[in-house]
């Protein structure tokens, strides 16, 4: 049974950073695809970061583009999401989320695409 168990959000004031992780167990972490969205109540989950499995191919939603970055250790399987110059509207419960094929060679935005499922963690960022 694959487990995803997200960590690292917070509250933290407008322009500043925080490190999630996302620590991944019962798959073969190396060969899926892994992704990060986010979502306010009341709005559809939303794409923010992919990553493939070798994390040669990464996507970023225009939001977050120059702001964000993801990158992976697939010796931890882990993926991790570096948030910077974080902004009010960026405050979310953040999700990560692998792919329900190996290898695939994408790219992936939908959340569609993803077929686990971690529990998100909280980030609350004031103005």
């Known amino acids: 049974q694959v487990q995803l168990v997200e960590s690292g959000g917070g509250l933290v004031q407008a322009g500043g950073s925080l490190r999630l992780s996302c620590a991944a167990s019962?798959?073969?972490?190396?060969?899926?695809?892994m992704g990060w969205f986010r979502q306010t109540p009341g709005k559809e989950r939303e794409f923010v970061a992919t990553i493939n499995w070798s994390g040669s191919s990464i996507r970023y939603a225009d939001s977050v583009k120059g702001r964000f970055s993801i990158s992976r250790d697939n010796a931890k399987n882990t993926v991790y999401l570096q948030t910077n110059s974080l902004k009010p509207e960026d405050t979310a419960v953040y999700y990560c989320?692998?792919?329900?094929?190996?290898?695939?060679?994408?790219?992936?935005?939908?959340?569609?695409?993803?077929?686990?499922w971690g529990q998100g963690t909280q980030v609350t960022v004031s103005s």
């Open positions: 989320a692998a792919d329900k094929r190996p290898y695939y060679s994408g790219p992936l935005y939908s959340a569609n695409s993803f077929g686990s």
């Open positions: 019962g798959l073969t972490f190396s060969a899926y695809y």
